[in-house]
């Protein structure tokens, strides 16, 4: 098992910067992929950027360059710099870690709310 434990999340006016971290802990050599989701309001959870424990990453094309994942692997630690955040960036942003196939969404962490005011 992973356990992850996010923070950095809050309250931001539009245009503003968020640096979010996530460290991991428990078996985390089984761990190949670490990243980010977002959950808004009555949609579904969606990938916001992952990284392979190569470096590859990938990214959703609403970050538009805005955001940019890196991970201390030393650390087991993931952190997403987020910049010029938009109100429809509100949402919970939860870490993630696992398989490749499964783009790191095999374990969870328990979310940190980043609410963007207009």
């Known amino acids: 098992q992973v356990q992850l434990v996010e923070s950095g999340g809050g309250l931001v006016q539009a245009g503003g910067s968020l640096r979010l971290s996530c460290v991991a802990s428990?078996?985390?050599?089984?761990?190949?992929?670490m990243g980010w989701y977002r959950q808004a309001p009555g949609e579904q959870r969606e990938l916001v950027a992952v990284?392979?424990?190569?470096?590859?990453?990938n990214y959703a094309e609403f970050v538009e360059g805005r955001f940019a994942i890196s991970r201390d692997n030393a650390k087991n630690t993931v952190y997403l710099q987020a910049h010029s955040l938009k109100p429809e960036d509100t949402a919970v942003y939860y870490c993630?870690?696992?398989?490749?196939?499964?783009?790191?969404?095999?374990?969870w962490g328990q979310g940190t709310q980043v609410t963007v005011s207009s």
């Open positions: 993630a870690a696992g398989r490749i196939a499964t783009m790191g969404s095999d374990y």
């Open positions: 990284m392979a424990n190569d470096g590859r990453t």
């Open positions: 428990g078996s985390t050599f089984s761990i190949n992929v």
